[in-house]
Structures are given as C-alpha cells and as structure tokens.
C-alpha cells in the first residue's frame, strides 16, 4: 500500500535549519516553496531519503486544520505516497479526518488523519494527467 513515508517538521523558520541539513547531514534541496519573503517549505533529499521542513505560518495557510491540531497536543506530520488513495482510506476505517479529500498544485490527491496519538498522517495519491 505504502510507496514512500517522509517525516515533515514544522519549524518556526527554514533558513536556520538548512546550515544543520545541508551543510551537517549532506542533504540538497530538491523543492523550495516560498511563503511571503520567506521559504515556506523545502524538501531535501540524501541518498534516497527524503525530509521536508515547513514553517508553522505556512502550514496554518496551507492546512489551517493541521496547524490547529498539532497546536493542541499532536507532534509530527509525517507523509506517505500511496499506490491507491481510496484503498488507503478504505485502510484507515475511522480515523479522524483533519483535512478532507483535496487535490495540490503538486498534482497530488491527499487527505490528512490523526493517529491515536495526535499526529497528522497524510496519503497521496499521484494523480495521473
């Protein structure tokens, strides 16, 4: 079911961070997302590993719904591309729903959970053009 999962760790800013990733753990950036005069959201990639930063003001414009729920207690967001959306779904029976069914400038089809502990879960489907 699972093709891929990628931690993403909300950061009050990206820029102090990249010093740490790149420079320390040899990370590139393969994705940068501005927000504002700012990076919102990068992804770096190693050795076929990938980890993605976003800043707490991006993903509250992003995915408010995520933002309000990591505020109130969950601790990560961690994200996971699937062959089949509707299998995943169907997979997670009646796990909280945070952000329904949505479609990204990224060509992605998500929806956004909560595990039992807090944390948001996200699956993405490739949608083919």
Do not use: K
Not at 34 to 53: E, I, Q, T, Y
Request: net charge negative; proline share 5%; glycine share 10%.
């Amino acid at each position: 079911m699972l093709q891929d999962l990628t931690p993403i760790l909300v950061v009050d800013a990206i820029e102090p961070q990249l010093p740490f990733y790149e420079g320390r753990l040899g990370f590139q950036r393969v994705m940068e997302v501005p927000h504002g005069d700012v990076l919102g959201f990068v992804g770096l990639a190693r050795d076929g590993h990938m980890v993605m930063l976003q800043t707490r003001a991006s993903l509250a414009d992003d995915m408010r719904a995520c933002a309000e729920h990591l505020a109130s207690g969950g601790g990560a967001l961690l994200y996971a591309a699937v062959d089949s959306l509707a299998e995943a779904a169907a997979a997670l029976g009646d796990a909280p729903v945070i952000v329904p069914e949505r479609e990204t400038f990224y060509v992605m089809r998500e929806v956004w959970v909560s595990d039992p502990a807090g944390n948001v879960i996200g699956l993405a489907e490739r949608i083919a053009r």
